[in-house]
């Protein structure tokens, strides 16, 4: 009786015994982007110029033009962004299923750890520790990787150095681990990338990347409110832009969380 | 002798900004051969091709042979004080808030006798001088008489000063802080008496090993400022706008692409972007309150500066995109230059050949130390030029341009 459930959803979002949590930072000009070596084609970080604000240009309307590149601010990763997803079917961000655009999450929390560490390595062991605690995995899932990266900012989350950028991500046996022996659906994180800063010396180069799109999942990242989410139990409406042929683009991300 | 110029006291919120006002301006098209020679900051007159002889004022024929063939050329730049008068009373507006003002019948060695601006510090009739062609606030050609040899505070005469843009506490902003031109430039605005120079830099996010060295230096502020968002520059503006007397436009953005590559138009336009949209927004949120102030007292708005590449004037193919970015803002310079004299503020063009600097690795020297390029900004200011041809490459170019404009576009890239 689906208008039964979806009536009771709306009951309990309106009672407020299901909450929404905006996973999403706002897409503004000062939110840092992936760099790439200078002499490469950079992402256009987002840009905001004014048509009319209530003057000349236009006298009783305000708007703007935007640009920035697909993957800016928090944003959807699509199979064919990666070379090992370029011939798979549906793998743009305009023929991505709508059903997978809903999918329940399990958030794995290495806040601690990642605290200390700002190349911590996300594992297999990892993963281990929480199915001992929330059962396994299920199929289809997003696995959101909680770091509390999301609270830094500026420098302090771009985190570049001399040698790269330093930040928490998976090592590639996980995510081997996640795609075939789980089956998931796609990784979350809070940092630039689904890849750790220095995933480029490993091998594969950019593990996430390379296994999540080589086997048509997806990636979300730049991600914030991991914190508000359970360990299980939430729902997340992931819809990017419908741009024809697109490898990504900014969204809103929300949670379902029943409390 | 000059007074050294005080230090301008804090400005007196309660009390109305004098506005600019300008010089008489009209000229003939023949006598902007005097504007060409001082907007590059050279001594010319008409001299005639047939009989040698300097003539002054413009003519269409020499007065003494006749002849037509009366093309400006370099001339000695010296001559006898005749007469001399300091004028008190005055209906020009423009003078009658500057009186008195001193002027003087001045006899070139060379021939012709010339109506000049005098410094103070030359002496009576009968003094020797060193001429000069400056542009006036209106940017129009004027002859400016100072004594032979330096004079203590010299650049500090009140109606040299006029003529100028000297930093001498003046307020700077620097458009790029990364830029391997910015501590040089740095180093040589402090030695020229720059009051405070705000530094931008873009991403405060990216690292930038430059940092340290520049945030010790005594009077300089980095600022957060990125020329390709509209919202930084506006908002940097609403914060120090009114306080930028001089503002240096040191960005850049050098990158090597084939015209025919697979993404040349996303690089174009990223380059385009940084440079000639990045000029627009700057010229958008400054240019109204630089213009506002030129007339702001010792320490008023003064001049605009444009790094250029002087491959704005003919494109180089190794760096097309990089030489159509400059052609591009070369134009956009000029439509600001225009706007900006109405305020009686300058804008100096620095033309630039390659910089010894990254983006140019691979191109073989001559190239120019970012020092150089540095130290002839600051004296282009002092001096109140208006195009300036740094390094062997540019003055070469220049120097080509006037021979064959063509032959420039074939050897190019060869």
Same mark, same amino acid.
């Given at each position: 009786?689906?208008?039964?459930?979806?009536?009771?959803?709306?009951?309990?979002?309106?009672? %407020?015994?299901?909450?929404?949590?905006?996973?999403?930072?706002?897409?503004?000009?000062?939110?840092?982007?992936?760099?790439?070596?200078?002499?490469?084609?950079?992402?256009?970080?987002?840009?905001?110029?004014?048509?009319?604000?209530?003057?000349? %240009?236009?006298?009783?309307? !305000?708007?703007?033009?935007?640009?920035?590149?697909?993957?800016?601010?928090?944003?959807?990763?699509?199979?064919?962004?990666?070379?090992?997803?370029?011939?798979?079917?549906?793998?743009?961000?305009?023929?991505?299923?709508?059903?997978?655009?809903?999918?329940?999450?399990?958030?794995?929390?290495?806040?601690?750890?990642?605290?200390?560490?700002?190349?911590?390595?996300?594992?297999?062991?990892?993963?281990?520790?929480?199915?001992?605690?929330?059962?396994?995995?299920?199929?289809?899932?997003?696995?959101?990787? @909680?770091?509390?990266?999301?609270?830094?900012?500026?420098?302090? !989350?771009?985190?570049?150095?001399?040698?790269?950028?330093?930040?928490?991500?998976?090592?590639?046996?996980?995510?081997?681990?996640?795609?075939?022996?789980?089956?998931?659906?796609?990784?979350?994180?809070?940092?630039?990338?689904?890849?750790?800063?220095?995933?480029?010396?490993?091998?594969?180069?950019?593990?996430?990347?390379?296994?999540?799109?080589?086997?048509?999942?997806?990636?979300?990242?730049?991600?914030?409110?991991?914190?508000?989410?359970?360990?299980?139990?939430?729902?997340?409406?992931?819809?990017?832009?419908?741009?024809?042929?697109?490898?990504?683009?900014? =969204?809103?991300?929300?949670?379902?969380?029943?409390? | 002798?000059?007074?050294?110029?005080?230090?301008?006291?804090?400005?007196?919120?309660?009390?109305?900004?004098?506005?600019?006002?300008?010089?008489?301006?009209? @000229?003939?098209?023949?006598?902007?051969?005097?504007?060409?020679?001082?907007?590059?900051?050279?001594?010319?007159?008409?001299?005639?091709?047939?009989? %040698?002889? !300097?003539?002054?004022?413009?003519?269409?024929?020499?007065?003494?042979? =006749?002849?037509?063939?009366?093309?400006?050329?370099?001339?000695?730049?010296?001559?006898?004080?005749?007469?001399?008068?300091?004028?008190?009373?005055?209906?020009?507006?423009?003078?009658?808030?500057?009186?008195?003002?001193?002027?003087?019948?001045?006899?070139?060695?060379?021939?012709?006798?010339?109506?000049?601006?005098?410094?103070?510090?030359?002496?009576?009739?009968?003094?020797?001088?060193?001429?000069?062609?400056?542009?006036?606030?209106?940017?129009?050609?004027?002859?400016?008489?100072?004594?032979?040899?330096?004079?203590?505070?010299?650049?500090?005469?009140?109606?040299?000063?006029?003529?100028?843009?000297?930093?001498?506490?003046?307020?700077?902003?620097?458009?790029? %802080?990364?830029?391997? =031109?910015?501590?040089?430039?740095?180093?040589?605005?402090?030695?020229?008496?720059?009051?405070?120079?705000?530094?931008?830099?873009?991403?405060?996010?990216?690292?930038?090993?430059?940092?340290?060295?520049?945030?010790?230096?005594?009077?300089?502020?980095?600022?957060?400022?990125?020329?390709?968002?509209?919202?930084?520059?506006?908002?940097?503006?609403?914060?120090?706008?009114?306080?930028?007397?001089?503002?240096?436009?040191?960005?850049?953005?050098? @990158?090597?692409?084939?015209?025919?590559?697979?993404?040349?138009?996303?690089?174009?336009?990223?380059? =385009?972007?940084?440079?000639?949209?990045?000029?627009?927004?700057?010229?958008?949120?400054?240019?109204?309150?630089?213009?506002? @102030?030129?007339?702001?007292?010792?320490?008023?708005?003064?001049?605009?500066?444009?790094?250029?590449?002087?491959?704005?004037?003919?494109?180089?193919?190794?760096?097309?995109?990089?030489?159509?970015?400059?052609?591009?803002?070369?134009?956009?310079?000029?439509?600001?230059?225009?706007?900006?004299?109405?305020?009686?503020?300058?804008?100096?063009?620095?033309?630039?050949?390659?910089?010894?600097?990254?983006?140019?690795?691979?191109?073989?020297?001559?190239?120019?130390?970012?020092?150089?390029?540095?130290?002839?900004?600051?004296?282009?200011?002092?001096?109140?030029?208006?195009?300036?041809?740094?390094?062997?490459?540019?003055?070469?170019?220049?120097?080509?341009?006037?021979?064959?404009?063509?032959?420039?576009?074939?050897?190019?890239?060869?």
């Amino acid at each position: 009786m689906s208008s039964n459930l979806l009536a009771s959803l709306a009951s309990a979002l309106g009672g %407020g015994e299901v909450r929404i949590v905006d996973l999403t930072h706002t897409l503004s000009p000062d939110f840092p982007v992936i760099v790439m070596p200078p002499e490469l084609g950079q992402s256009a970080p987002f840009r905001m110029e004014r048509i009319s604000r209530y003057d000349g %240009g236009g006298p009783a309307w !305000y708007w703007n033009n935007l640009s920035f590149g697909e993957h800016t601010g928090t944003h959807f990763d699509a199979p064919i962004h990666w070379y090992t997803g370029r011939d798979l079917p549906l793998n743009s961000v305009d023929t991505l299923p709508p059903a997978d655009m809903i999918a329940p999450a399990c958030v794995i929390d290495r806040s601690e750890q990642s605290a200390k560490d700002p190349d911590f390595l996300f594992t297999v062991s990892d993963v281990a520790h929480w199915e001992d605690q929330h059962g396994r995995i299920p199929e289809r899932s997003w696995v959101l990787l @909680r770091t509390d990266w999301s609270k830094k900012s500026g420098a302090a !989350y771009a985190n570049l150095q001399a040698d790269g950028a330093h930040t928490p991500g998976p090592d590639a046996e996980v995510m081997r681990f996640l795609v075939e022996e789980r089956g998931i659906i796609g990784l979350g994180t809070e940092t630039i990338g689904t890849d750790a800063g220095q995933a480029g010396h490993f091998s594969p180069p950019y593990p996430a990347h390379h296994y999540l799109h080589g086997a048509g999942r997806y990636g979300l990242q730049c991600l914030t409110n991991l914190d508000q989410l359970p360990p299980t139990g939430s729902l997340i409406f992931a819809a990017p832009l419908k741009i024809q042929n697109g490898s990504g683009s900014p =969204l809103r991300v929300l949670a379902l969380v029943q409390d | 002798m000059t007074e050294p110029l005080p230090k301008p006291k804090r400005k007196n919120p309660l009390a109305r900004t004098n506005q600019p006002l300008l010089p008489p301006s009209s @000229r003939s098209r023949k006598a902007h051969g005097f504007t060409r020679a001082a907007a590059h900051g050279r001594f010319m007159l008409q001299r005639c091709d047939e009989c %040698g002889q !300097y003539t002054y004022p413009t003519r269409d024929a020499c007065p003494n042979c =006749l002849s037509s063939n009366l093309p400006f050329r370099d001339a000695p730049a010296s001559g006898t004080l005749l007469s001399e008068t300091q004028i008190g009373v005055t209906s020009d507006p423009y003078y009658r808030e500057r009186m008195p003002w001193r002027a003087g019948l001045v006899k070139l060695d060379c021939g012709p006798t010339v109506v000049a601006h005098l410094h103070g510090d030359c002496g009576g009739p009968g003094s020797l001088l060193t001429l000069s062609l400056q542009l006036d606030r209106a940017g129009q050609a004027v002859f400016f008489g100072k004594p032979l040899s330096e004079t203590p505070h010299m650049e500090d005469d009140r109606q040299l000063r006029e003529l100028t843009a000297d930093p001498k506490h003046r307020r700077i902003l620097l458009t790029d %802080g990364r830029s391997s =031109l910015a501590p040089p430039l740095v180093q040589a605005l402090k030695k020229a008496g720059a009051a405070k120079i705000f530094v931008g830099i873009a991403d405060r996010w990216k690292p930038f090993d430059g940092r340290a060295a520049l945030e010790i230096i005594e009077g300089v502020e980095l600022v957060d400022l990125d020329l390709t968002s509209e919202r930084s520059v506006q908002d940097l503006a609403k914060d120090i706008g009114a306080k930028v007397d001089i503002l240096i436009n040191t960005a850049d953005h050098v @990158r090597q692409v084939h015209l025919f590559d697979a993404g040349a138009a996303a690089s174009a336009r990223d380059t =385009l972007d940084h440079t000639l949209m990045g000029l627009m927004r700057l010229a958008q949120a400054f240019g109204p309150v630089v213009r506002s @102030r030129g007339a702001d007292g010792v320490n008023s708005a003064a001049a605009w500066v444009n790094v250029l590449s002087v491959h704005a004037l003919s494109s180089v193919p190794q760096f097309g995109i990089h030489s159509a970015s400059q052609a591009a803002c070369l134009s956009l310079s000029q439509w600001l230059r225009h706007e900006l004299r109405q305020g009686g503020v300058r804008l100096m063009n620095a033309f630039a050949g390659p910089l010894d600097a990254e983006w140019f690795q691979t191109v073989p020297p001559p190239k120019l130390a970012p020092k150089t390029l540095a130290d002839a900004i600051v004296d282009g200011l002092k001096r109140g030029l208006e195009d300036l041809y740094v390094g062997d490459v540019a003055k070469d170019l220049e120097a080509r341009l006037l021979d064959n404009p063509k032959a420039v576009e074939r050897e190019a890239g060869q």
